[in-house]
DNA sequence: CGTACGGTTGACGAGTGTCAAGGGTAGTGG
DNA sequence: CCACTACCCTTGACACTCGTCAACCGTACG
């Protein structure tokens, strides 16, 4: 947390960004060495546990953030208590919703994570001022988006098996980025239950699609948590491409 | 109504544009009246029948457009042809995926349609050189992202009954805007197909659906098309919020 | 040792999909 | 003017997927 010493030459970039993954891939990288200063002075980065909520009707989302690990999943609810997962962000996505207070969503932590948060004036004030900030958030939107229709599909169209298909393939791809060729091992972010809410099914059916899953030797499981994919495009197949 | 008044003789503004509903609440609203006139030169109004295709994979979207009047629809396609409805535009938004040529999405007049389109490079060169443009497509693409993730709550946590009735609901705000108090009136946009497709249900599912709010006085329907609410709260209750 | 939590499995039933038949309306050609 | 066809929609009978309810297992934790 020393945060904001710059070395003599390599730049004024600040330390905490130097290996943050924000700056490369991330929103972050739109901004020039002065504005990662002047940013950095009110950014906070925080460990959250598991179940945190980053975001709410209740608090009134104060500030944004740049997810540095772990898994986000952004909740809707209907009055009811049935509950839909529209979205699962992974590092570096940006976590917030700009111009607008409310957003009828929460965000929670699916497992620990950790986060560089920021106040919302000073991001807000920034992305006035910078149009590539202003490029970049548009561009991570429009990726949302994409990924949101995506799932549309999916919940719309697919059945259970398909689903969780699915849904272990976008784990697979989001987990284990540079294993994407024949196979894949990684662990599960959410629980059955979370995992039920992202795909429009129940607990029981996940349970049950997964067995079939295991016995029919598409994947192996252990510790009801970690999964291994020996050949993804039997996955893929299942899931319907 | 009478904006833009600001300077000498205030027909800076196109003829074309003068009485366009995109310049007061779509994308055009972000540019000068020097940049309506370039982007003007290059504009073509079109009206296209139903069913027309603006954009696929077959034409790779060679340009952009603003929706001047009626509906289309945004639709995917699973390989063995189960489709899915992931979006409906209404006048005055903007059709295009900016920044990508391909997209894995069909948009398709759904009822007769006016558009005014602009070629690809026109628009691109613009968003460079003007945050404003830029800005109005985040808040755009924000909004459908917005709308996306309700739309995903419906997928999949609602049942058949109240799907029907939140689609009613969504074209009931969308066609027939000033009376939003009490009750409503207007004509489906969509054919029970395409309502099928965007519900996640079949035809024949939205069918019996119909008939039973029909029967249960919570709607008239004349001609299949025409639709008329009483009392828009039966439905909102109905429809589970 | 008891409790809580997350997960699995089974039996059953409700909600939707599937298949099939038929009605209404518009357009076309005799 | 009247078939004739095509399309959209409705309705019924039936099948099947998935949700509901309940019991049970394993692990973590006090």
């Known amino acids: 947390m020393d945060a904001i010493r710059k070395d003599i030459h390599n730049s004024d970039v600040p330390v905490l960004c130097k290996a943050c993954e924000a700056r490369h891939r991330g929103v972050c990288g739109a901004l020039s060495p002065s504005q990662l200063q002047s940013l950095s002075k009110s950014a906070s980065r925080k460990k959250l546990g598991s179940g945190t909520e980053l975001m709410g009707e209740s608090l009134t989302a104060s500030s944004y953030s740049n997810i540095i690990g772990g898994v986000v999943k952004l909740v809707k609810m209907l009055a009811d208590g049935r509950q839909q997962i529209v979205g699962l962000q992974f590092a570096p996505d940006f976590l917030g919703r700009p111009f607008k207070n409310e957003s009828a969503l929460t965000a929670e932590a699916a497992t620990d994570v950790s986060v560089c948060s920021f106040p919302r004036p000073v991001i807000e004030k920034m992305m006035s001022e910078s149009p590539e900030l202003e490029h970049k958030l548009l561009e991570q939107t429009l990726k949302e988006l994409d990924e949101a ?6 919940l719309g169209r697919k059945t259970a098996a398909e689903k969780v298909a699915s849904f272990l393939l976008l784990i697979a791809t989001n987990s284990d980025p540079e294993n994407d060729g024949e196979s894949a091992e990684f662990d599960l972010p959410l629980t059955r239950a979370d995992i039920a809410d ?8 996940v349970s049950r699609q997964l067995t079939k899953l295991r016995k029919e030797g598409v994947i192996e499981v252990r510790n009801n948590r970690h999964v291994s994919v020996p050949h993804l495009e039997r996955l893929a197949d299942i899931a319907g491409f």
Chains 1, 2 share one sequence.
Not at 149 to 154: A, K, L, Y
């Open 149 to 154: 229709r995506d799932w549309m599909v999916t």
């Open 198 to 205: 992202f795909l429009g099914l129940t607990i029981e059916t």
